[in-house]
T-cell receptor, first 115, second 113 residues
Framework: DAGVIQSPRHEVTEMGQEVTLRCKPI?????LFWYRQTMMRGLELLIY????????DSGMPEDRFSAKMPNASFSTLKIQPSEPRDSAVYFC?????????????FGQGTRLTVV | AQSVTQLDSHVSVSEGTPVLLRCNYS??????LFWYVQHPNKGLQLLLK??????LVKGINGFEAEFKKSETSFHLTKPSAHMSDAAEYFC???????????FGTGTSLTVIP
């Protein structure tokens, strides 16, 4: 397996524009997580899915953020409209559920810059 | 409730000397514990994991961690630091029923030549 695949790797956009980040989890994994990493706030969990169903979205900063998982092999994180304070690295991770082999596998991240 | 405390935000060691990165956790269930490493501008890579099979866990690149239930600790060690070990390290806990992961705030390791 190629691991968790995120696209794009880098995104520069203007304030007010819509941004869509994409993630392909590892095949067979039950859980998918979206994280945001900044210098100021560190690594924050935004939302996670179990079997394509959102379980906890309490980390989503505001209504401008939305996430979907239409099937087991694809998820999106959308920001509309984007603001400069959304600039961060966004990571997607996937994992299995269980007592063993339960680590999260991370993608390489999407570095978002909103100008 | 689950939480993770990394006791040092920054650690500096000289090349060739031992590394100790400290982590304490709280968990209501039998936890799974992990250490991840993040090199600059890279993603997070698993160093090692504890899932109740053995209390001393060996990972990649010569790192080890020991699970001490009585102390609720999972400290990361390495006998001899290498320049390539300079990175950010995260201690992570996942509860036994296996839902979300709880991350510590990270420890930045600097290795001095």
């Amino acid at each position: 397996d190629a691991g968790v695949i995120q696209s794009p790797r880098h995104e520069v956009t203007e304030m007010g524009q819509e941004v869509t980040l994409r993630c392909k989890p590892i095949s067979g994994h039950d859980y998918l997580f979206w994280y945001r990493q900044t210098m100021m706030r560190g690594l924050e969990l935004l939302i996670y899915f179990n079997n394509n169903v959102p379980i906890d979205d309490s980390g989503m900063p505001e209504d401008r953020f939305s996430a979907k998982m239409p099937n087991a092999s694809f998820s999106t994180l959308k920001i509309q409209p984007s603001e400069p304070r959304d600039s961060a690295v966004y990571f997607c991770a996937s994992s299995l559920k269980g007592q063993t082999n339960t680590e999260a596998f991370f993608g390489q991240g999407t570095r978002l810059t909103v100008v | 409730a689950q939480s993770v405390t990394q006791l040092d935000s920054h650690v500096s060691v000289s090349e060739g000397t031992p590394v100790l990165l400290r982590c304490n956790y709280s968990s209501s269930y039998s936890p799974s514990l992990f250490w991840y490493v993040q090199h600059p501008n890279k993603g997070l890579q698993l160093l090692l994991k504890y899932t109740s099979a053995a209390t001393l866990v060996k990972g990649i690149n010569g790192f080890e961690a020991e699970f001490k239930k009585s102390e609720t600790s999972f400290h990361l060690t390495k006998p001899s630091a290498h320049m390539s070990d300079a990175a950010e390290y995260f201690c992570v806990v996942r509860e036994g029923t296996g839902n979300q992961f709880y991350f510590g705030t990270g420890t930045s390791l600097t290795v001095i030549p």
